[in-house]
């Protein structure tokens, strides 16, 4: 597509639950980033896949936290055992290379634990 | 540990004024320095960015300006514009490619 896809852009669920979001980054970009936007807060790292390396998971903030790219190009993040303060956006963003700059951010799923 | 701080957290400008936005990093290991613009429920959108060779980088009413020996970087958003009023992410990308954001400042142009 022309852009990255998140889904699903809304998500309301069950504190408990397990959730998946999807994005499908840019075809061809080989960078990855998963972010958290709180309420009218800045952009918290998550993770970050580049190429074929092991992720950089250093900001995931708890191991209910996780993540996978398949294939180098779509990537599921998964919140297991939802909490309250997981309520969110998630964004994802793509890049054609290392260090190329020009991160192309999605819309973001908007997480409402409940 | 934060890596790049931002400032000033909120911003309000009158209609044809000067936006100013400065970032400071710490790491000198950073080679690209963009700036992001996020209008509500949309994802951060790239702006304009600047290599640390370079000391000025302008594009339309929007300017970078970089000082390395500080460690420093600003925004300029000139004739500011009710249409600019967004929130202003400032960024820096190691030579991994890690992309690490600053705190945001929510910028507010008065018509």
């Known amino acids: 597509g022309a852009g990255v896809s998140q889904s699903p852009s809304n998500k309301v669920t069950e504190k408990g639950k397990d959730v998946e979001l999807r994005c499908d980054p840019i075809?061809?970009?080989?960078?990855l980033y998963w972010y958290r936007q709180s309420l009218g807060q800045g952009l918290e790292f998550l993770i970050y896949?580049?190429?074929?390396?092991?992720?950089?998971k250093s900001g995931l903030p708890s191991d209910r936290f996780s993540a996978e790219r398949t294939g180098g190009s779509v990537s599921t993040l998964t919140i297991q055992r939802t909490q309250q303060e997981d309520s969110a956006v998630y964004l994802c963003?793509?890049?054609?290379?290392?260090?190329?700059?020009?991160?192309?951010f999605g819309s973001g799923t908007r997480l409402t634990v409940v | 540990q934060q890596q790049v701080k931002q400032s000033p957290q909120s911003l309000i400008v009158q209609k044809g004024g000067i936006s100013i936005i400065n970032c400071a990093y710490e790491?000198?290991?950073?080679?690209?320095f963009p700036w992001y613009q996020q209008f509500p429920g949309k994802g951060p959108a790239l702006l304009i960015a600047?290599?640390?060779?370079?000391s000025e980088k302008k594009e339309g009413r929007f300017t970078i300006s970089f000082n390395k020996s500080a460690k420093q970087f600003s925004l300029h958003i000139m004739d500011s514009q009710p249409g600019d009023s967004a929130t202003y992410f400032c960024?820096?990308?190691?030579?991994?490619?890690?992309?690490?954001f600053g705190q945001g400042t929510e910028l507010s142009v008065k018509p």
């Open positions: 963003a793509s890049s054609i290379g290392q260090g190329a700059g020009g991160y192309t």
């Open positions: 075809s061809g970009h080989t960078a």
């Open positions: 896949f580049q190429g074929n390396s092991a992720p950089d």
């Open positions: 790491n000198t290991a950073f080679d690209y």
């Open positions: 600047i290599r640390p060779d370079v």
């Open positions: 960024a820096a990308i190691n030579q991994g490619g890690k992309l690490i």
